[in-house]
């Protein structure tokens, strides 16, 4: 029976005859410890990068890992064109016995990210398929219920941003209050780098990327929206204060402030402008 039984392989995919061991541990989601050939390897799993220990959902991948190749079972590998990284890790695609690739069911959970280095291509659509349909069913990393995720920070500095543009700024407490608000949507987006995730596939960089990009742009649009707003009140009470509009035996007062206002107040250098805070 071939190793490749229910796989398609690229045509530079090459298998290597009766290419089985048994696992002795599981090190992370994507990587392994199994003897091959009578020898113990630490195995690299192929075309997938899972998070980093103790990122986001990297406990989730090294269960499922672990529940897919327990102790001691009898796995099958299949290898592409270069059987080395630079670390000397025998680079492979692993299943257990009779079973799938855990490449390709990592990814379908969002529990990785397609990876390719060349010239190990041969797996390569299998597992972007994968990871295609685990962004359409929203799991793992694609998932915007866990707070984690790229996804879910993305949405959430989306939120501060929409609170940002519906908050007022025409009192320099209440500007400041709006910038405080969108440093906090920035703040967010700052999580959203790969180092935050211990992944560094193009790919995962890439959808980051595209994550990020339109919140910025939202973030840079309202700030400017906020500060002309206080703009224009700075230079609508200095033009009342001029005619004389604004003041009364109580001395200055803002416009469009009730005369029976008896809140907080917020005043300008000189301690004579004041707005409600």
């Known amino acids: 029976m071939s190793l490749f039984a229910g796989s398609t392989p690229g045509a530079g995919a090459r298998a290597v005859a009766g290419a089985s061991g048994s696992t002795v541990r599981v090190a992370d989601g994507d990587t392994i410890v199994a003897v091959v050939g009578g020898v113990e390897e630490r195995v690299r799993f192929l075309n997938i990068d899972t998070p980093e220990v103790g990122r986001?959902?990297?406990?989730?991948?090294?269960?499922?890992?672990?529940?897919r190749l327990p102790e001691g079972g009898a796995i099958e590998l299949g290898y592409d064109r270069d059987l080395?990284?630079?670390?000397?890790?025998?680079?492979?695609?692993v299943r257990p016995a009779g079973g799938t690739w855990l490449s390709v069911d990592l990814a379908a959970e969002g529990l990785g990210f397609p990876l390719t280095v060349a010239p190990n291509t041969a797996y390569k659509s299998a597992v972007e398929t994968a990871s295609s349909t685990a962004r359409r069913r929203g799991v793992g990393l694609f998932d915007p219920t866990l707070p984690c995720t790229p996804i879910a920070r993305a949405e959430t500095a989306r939120g501060f941003v929409g609170r940002a543009q519906s908050m007022p700024a025409g009192t320099q407490a209440q500007f400041h209050a709006v910038n405080g608000v969108l440093d906090r949507a920035g703040k967010r987006l700052e999580l959203l780098v790969p180092m935050q995730y211990g992944i560094v596939t193009p790919s995962f960089r890439a959808w980051l990327m595209a994550l990020k990009r339109p919140v910025l742009a939202s973030i840079k649009t309202v700030r400017a929206s906020k500060a002309q707003q206080w703009k224009n009140a700075q230079k609508a009470a200095s033009e009342s204060s001029s005619n004389g509009d604004n003041t009364s035996s109580g001395g200055w007062w803002p416009p469009g402030v009730p005369r029976n206002y008896t809140g907080p107040r917020c005043y300008e250098p000189g301690g004579v402008i004041w707005y409600p805070c």
């Open 56 to 67: 986001c959902l990297a406990g989730a991948a090294t269960k499922f890992t672990s529940s």
């Open 84 to 93: 080395r990284d630079p670390y000397e890790r025998l680079l492979a695609m």
